[in-house]
Every structure is written in C-alpha cells, then in structure tokens.
C-alpha cells in the first residue's frame, strides 16, 4: 500500500508491520502475522487451529484450520492444518492433535521436526521429533 497506510501494531511480544488494506482484511490475517514469527524456521508445523479475534470470538473447526495454513504460508512452513471436503484417509478427527496422532499420522510419510504452535500463547512452542 502507499507509505500513509503502514502501521505498527505492537502486541506483545510483537512488533509486526501491518498494511491498510490488511487491517481492513480482517483481525484474521494480524493474528496469522504474529503467529507466523514462532513458526517461522521450523521444518514442518502443526499450529492449534482455533484463533481469537478482536471481538472475542473463537475460531475453531474450519475456521481454525484455515488460520493454521495461513500462518503456515505467512511464515513459509508447510503445515499440516488444512481443510477439505475429503479428508485424507486415515487423518485424526479436526480439532487439537496429540503428539502421539501427530506422529502417527506421519509415520512412514515423514521423518524431522514439527514444531507445534498455539496463537493463543506467544512465544510458546514444542517440538515433536517424528522417526
């Protein structure tokens, strides 16, 4: 956008720079933004797919998981939210994924890192060894 429309939203821990057209986007994209520095990095991630917005209301189910692959593609991680029509046979129930679904899902499809995510607390992060 041009040089008027850039602020600085300042949540802590972070300091991220936002777009006119961004802020009008929604809420969504800001907390995707902020999200994306702790996955930023990682080899694989997996962010918790339910996201606050500034009305308080909670996104979950669909709307969780589409946050998770935004943030995946703010921060240029491939993640393994997502959401379609047709889940990938075998794939654990939408909602929160336990370490152990996480590394079953993968086994044999993957072995690394994936660094585990929750937008509703900054700066925390896990990291789940998949052999």
């Known amino acids: 956008g041009p040089p008027d429309s850039k602020w600085i939203v300042t949540t802590w821990p972070y300091r991220v720079p936002v777009y006119l057209e ?9 907390y995707a933004l902020m999200a994306a520095a702790d996955l930023k990095g990682a080899e694989v991630g997996w962010v918790v797919p339910r996201y606050v917005d500034p009305a ?12 998770g ?8 991680v491939p993640v393994l939210n997502g959401y379609s029509g047709r889940p990938p046979k075998g794939f654990p129930p939408m909602g929160a994924l336990s ?8 086994k044999g499809k993957f072995r690394g890192t994936v660094r585990v995510i929750d937008s509703e607390a ?6 789940v060894v998949v052999e």
């Open 22 to 30: 961004c802020w009008l986007f929604s809420g969504f994209i800001i």
């Open 56 to 67: 308080g209301e909670v996104g979950v189910g669909p709307y969780g998981e589409v946050f």
């Open 69 to 76: 692959m935004w943030v995946g593609l703010r921060a240029n």
């Open 99 to 106: 370490d152990d679904q996480i590394r079953e899902w993968l």
């Open 122 to 127: 900054p700066g925390q992060r896990r990291d």
